[in-house]
């Protein structure tokens, strides 16, 4: 059949169909990018770096739009604009104009002065906050912000459409979509809706109102107050490595005490704070497609089995390697 992927063949006959579903390409673009910009011959200690890269892909592209939505309703709520789409959520009273100010602020910092780092903000050692005065605990606190923004402006765009259906997707498949409405031309969709201009999956179809792409990302943002204040107290006490932990697991049928860290760890009872959020270089999955009845869950569900960089230097070989639970040979 034409346009059919899976019936595609070699030059010797055998299938070439691999699979119908791939990376989105982040991490690949993220290596060449640091690879391409780098001054000077790529050293041991440059090519671990790479590898602990922990810039915020998503963060880079949906901060800047997140940004024009809040001065949209800025400028709404001050009479600058008419923006009828913004009235509901800029009257509600979980609208707190110092507090989204303070989260806007919070994000450009982030985008100006700490390039979208997802920190963790947790002292490795200790695993104590990191006062303020620290880049990384800014940082962190801004990646907190926004992950628990994401999650909400996932479930947000999305669960109306999915509870019609039956059916929801996974993660890749939610990312790629939300890009592609978020940054393509509007009227170049088949969700073109005349009517508002835009996309028709913005609206919600639950209610009578119809939404726009801003009224959703600062609905969203309301929402990870809310649970941002429940959960994790004050802003300054937001911190991403509180709530993105890793625990090392074992098989099944292996005794729990030897996990790493243990349950009763006097430290890290909970499991150890990490940097990273989706599609970091130095991958640090979790899970983003939460429904709007449920909590974010930052855990920490899979990244890398091993790091590895070596330099074949005439006067020997250079080697580094590294397993998750702290192992390093060098």
Known sequence: KRQDPSNDVQPDG????????????????????????HPTPVT??????????????????LVPALLLAIDSARQHEAGAINRPDLEAVTSDPAYDRDLVEAAE??????????????????????????????PDARASQATLLFNTFLVRFMALTYADEHGSIGRAGGTGQYTAALLHILESEPASLATYDPATGDRALWDDLDTPEVESRQERMIRALLDAFVWLE?????????????????????????????????????????????????????????????????????????GPTQRFVIEMDPEGVKARNALPGGAVWD
């Open 14 to 37: 055998s299938s070439a169909f691999l699979s119908c579903g791939f990376a989105l390409g982040f991490r690949q673009a993220r290596v060449q990018e640091l690879i391409e910009t």
């Open 230 to 302: 429940g959960q994790a107290g004050p802003m300054e006490d937001w911190r991403w490595g509180a709530y993105h932990l890793v625990r090392f697991s074992v098989p099944n049928g292996i005794p729990w005490d030897l996990a790493i860290p243990q349950g009763d760890d006097d430290v890290f009872p909970d499991g150890f704070p990490r940097h990273g959020d989706m599609y970091n270089v130095d991958a640090c999955n979790l899970e983003v497609t939460k429904g709007l009845d449920a909590d974010p869950n930052f855990s920490y569900s899979s």
């Open 105 to 134: 602020s919070m994000l450009e910092a982030w985008r100006d002065e700490h390039g979208y780092r997802a920190a963790a903000g947790i002292d490795l050692d200790t695993n104590e906050p990191l006062p303020l005065e620290d």
């Open 44 to 61: 041991l200690d440059d090519m671990s770096a790479m590898q602990g890269d922990h810039k915020s892909a998503l963060g880079a592209r």
